[in-house]
């Protein structure tokens, strides 16, 4: 079911999609939670396309000349309009039809050869039709997709494109289209030849929607200003998720945080008002089994730099630096409602590096949980430090086999990759094959990336066991995952997602918005399914 939920703002109320009742720094949330996407996208058995709002075709160029041929299809109507002689489903061309026995609009999508269709032409497809759709403040929605898309594989990448792209972050108190506001739709149903159809797809749609609502709650949370989402209201969220989604919650802060020893956490967050912390979050799918993978997120809710202040024009958008947080809180709940049968541990390190009297020192030493001593090289590196220490505390504590991380982590990330894809360090070679494996199902590419004796050397230092920073501005993102390779422990099997370019878009692409882009959910979410699958083919 879809579910709504409004952020309230004491002059204005906005319709928007958020999780459960309590107040944050004077937010009132409503008592919903979003458990399945905001579109609600369904499969139905229809002889005939009859929808109240529109229809929307996807038409390759083989459907094209077969409908045109056959003097029953219900696009015969359609086929001698002077608009549509020149239709001849190209990919990317498009024709809307008004008034027409099927419905009041039917838009024509085309998809060009069908033997040339890939799950990314069905993707590119279902975000053009959702767009116009919305442009035209149509709520719902009949598709028609052919027999050429009518796969699980393609199901699955239309509908999780249908749901990303009716995503809007707004907390506009007037909803004009003068003011800048696409309205989002409610319903898409896609029509299915008969009964036996619906139940071959139906799976395919579930899961999709599945992902793409964790998607979409990680674009809210990593989109939401920072004065609203520090560390306090994460928690909030991730107590709230945690008890709808039967997950085990454990909070360090305050005496606790530091008996534990998870000084470098500390000491970044330490100027902040909402005060630094370690949450872990407990998924046991498989009781059965010991092997755990352990998903780390740097949950830096703004991030100023700290006392090497970022200049205007770097600083804006940092409430964005919490989005690895953000991806592995969503897709913890995604897992949940997957039912996967895995163990999973979610680690979020919250901290807000601010500027304050009492803000940690360039060339500060801090003894990390580890026990290694770490001279800090720049305070605006501080999302190393916080990953380090929640390294260490994960591997103490729950002894993972698998250890993945996302981190907004380097600028230099973004100057070497662009907003295109993530940097992929590892220690494991099947773990990267099976990381781009995912990467490639969930459109969330990545690209390896090496670490060299060279760039671990540039972290010595003559008064610790290591210095955070590298000597220089070159390799930036390599002696960045090189640091936190030193706090990997024996046979762990790591990767470290450096997702600074793609998790925040400075314009929209496809499907994907502008701003928090909710990266790496769908990308854990495959890369999990896919072990599952092999762990089960294994054991028979």
């Known amino acids: 079911r879809v579910l709504f939920r409004s952020l309230q703002f004491p002059a204005f109320s906005v319709p928007y999609q958020w999780r459960r009742s309590f107040t944050s720094r004077g937010m009132q949330f409503s008592e919903d939670m979003v458990l399945s996407p905001a579109l609600n996208v369904q499969l139905s058995e229809r002889k005939a396309p009859t929808h109240s709002n529109a229809v929307v075709a996807l038409v390759s160029e083989q459907m094209l000349t077969k409908e045109r041929e056959n003097p029953r299809s219900w696009l015969k109507p359609f086929m001698t309009a002077p608009m549509l002689e020149d239709f001849n489903a190209k ?122 609502a964790g998607t979409l709650l990680a674009r809210d949370l990593a989109n939401t200003r920072a004065d609203t989402a520090t560390p306090d209201f994460m928690e909030d969220m991730a107590r709230t998720i945690a008890s709808q989604s039967s997950l085990a919650l454990t909070v360090l ?87 996967l049968k895995q163990n999973v541990i979610g680690v979020l390190g919250l901290v807000e590096n601010a500027v304050d009297s009492k803000s940690y020192k360039p060339y500060a030493i801090i003894k990390s949980h580890k026990g290694l001593t770490v001279e800090v090289g720049n305070t605006d590196a501080e999302g190393r430090l916080v990953l380090a220490d929640a390294y260490s505390y994960v591997q103490k504590t729950y002894k993972p086999t698998v250890m993945i991380d996302l981190a907004t982590l380097t600028g ?30 969930a459109f969330e590419p990545l690209h390896r990336l090496p670490i060299m004796s060279e760039h671990s050397a540039e972290l010595k230092s003559p008064v610790a066991d290591l210095k955070s920073t590298g000597k220089g501005r070159y390799g930036g993102a390599i002696t960045a995952a090189a640091f936190l390779k030193e706090f990997v422990e024996g046979n762990t099997k790591w990767a470290h997602l450096d997702i600074a370019g793609p998790a925040m878009f400075s314009e929209p692409r496809g499907p994907v918005n502008k701003g928090g882009t909710g990266f790496g959910v769908a990308l854990l979410a495959e890369y999990l399914l896919a072990q599952q699958k092999s762990t089960s083919s294994t054991s028979k």
């Open 91 to 212: 990919a990317g061309k498009s024709i809307w039809v008004y008034g027409s026995e099927v419905a009041p609009r039917v838009l024509l999508v085309g998809m060009g050869n069908a033997d040339k269709n890939t799950r990314l032409s069905v993707r590119n497809a279902a975000h053009a039709a959702v767009s116009q759709l919305r442009q035209r403040k149509i709520k719902s929605a009949g598709f028609v997709l052919g027999g050429d898309f009518m796969t699980p594989e393609h199901i699955k990448a239309f509908t999780q494109s249908a749901v990303l792209s009716n995503y809007t972050f707004s907390l506009k108190s007037r909803k004009e289209e003068e003011n800048g506001y696409t309205p989002l739709m409610e319903s898409l149903e896609i029509l299915c030849s008969d009964e036996q159809q619906v139940s071959t797809l139906a799976p395919a749609v579930q899961q999709a929607r599945s992902i793409a």
């Open 253 to 339: 802060k305050g005496s606790r945080l530091q008996s534990e020893g998870l000084r470098m956490i500390q000491a970044v967050g330490q100027a902040a008002e909402s005060e630094p912390r370690l949450l872990v979050l407990e998924y046991r799918g498989n009781t059965a089994s010991e092997d755990t993978i352990a998903l780390v997120g740097k949950g830096v809710t703004f991030d100023s730099g700290g006392l090497n202040m970022k200049p205007t024009g770097s600083i804006e958008d940092m409430h964005l630096d919490k989005s690895g947080a953000c991806a592995v809180l969503a897709a913890m709940q995604t897992i949940a409602n997957l039912g």
């Open 412 to 441: 230099a990330c973004v100057v070497a990759l662009g907003e295109y894809c993530g940097g992929l360090f590892y220690n494991d070679e099947t773990l990267a094959t099976d990381l781009n494996a995912a990467a490639v199902e």
